[in-house]
């Protein structure tokens, strides 16, 4: 006879596989099914914001389109893979293609007339002019106190 041993909830080991494969795949670093997710860098300069994307080697008068949409700030275009021979196998590819979206909460007031964008050695700038006001200053507010000055002349 042969001793198993008991496993009182078996299929809670089934799940929690299940649940680890979908967490991989839903959070997981550079799965080979990963599109082109460019990165970004966002600095303040003076009362400007700035973002600079790395969109090395795409032409972004075809394939990039900068717009503010909705209080956004909206990034999106498309990276080719215009060198894609036919039957040729790749033996490793880093290089990521696809097209990409990402989005930046504008605040409140600006709009495309405070955008200015341009594109440098690989390197996308995204100027969003007058972004930071200066934070308003404390105001002392005079009290108006009408009835306490008429009971002290009264007494």
Do not use: H
Request: glycine content about 8%; proline content about 6%; overall charge negative.
């Amino acid at each position: 006879m042969a001793i198993t041993r008991w496993d009182p909830f078996p299929q809670l080991a089934r799940f929690d596989r299940e649940f680890d494969d979908m967490i991989r795949r839903g959070f997981g670093t550079q799965s080979t099914r990963a599109g082109f997710v460019p990165p970004v860098e966002v600095l303040r300069r003076e009362s400007d914001v700035v973002l600079r994307l790395e969109l090395p080697g795409m032409d972004v008068e075809r394939d990039v389109e900068v717009e503010v949409d909705k209080g956004r700030l909206v990034i999106k275009g498309e990276r080719r893979d215009e060198r894609a021979e036919e039957g040729t196998a790749y033996l490793l590819r880093e290089l990521r293609y696809g097209s990409f979206r990402r989005e930046f909460a504008l605040p409140e007031g600006v709009t495309a007339e405070n955008v200015d964008a341009s594109y440098d050695s690989g390197m996308l700038e995204v100027v969003v002019r007058d972004a930071i006001q200066p934070e308003p200053q404390p105001q002392q507010v005079k009290i108006n106190a009408r009835g306490t000055s008429q009971a002290i002349e009264a007494s």
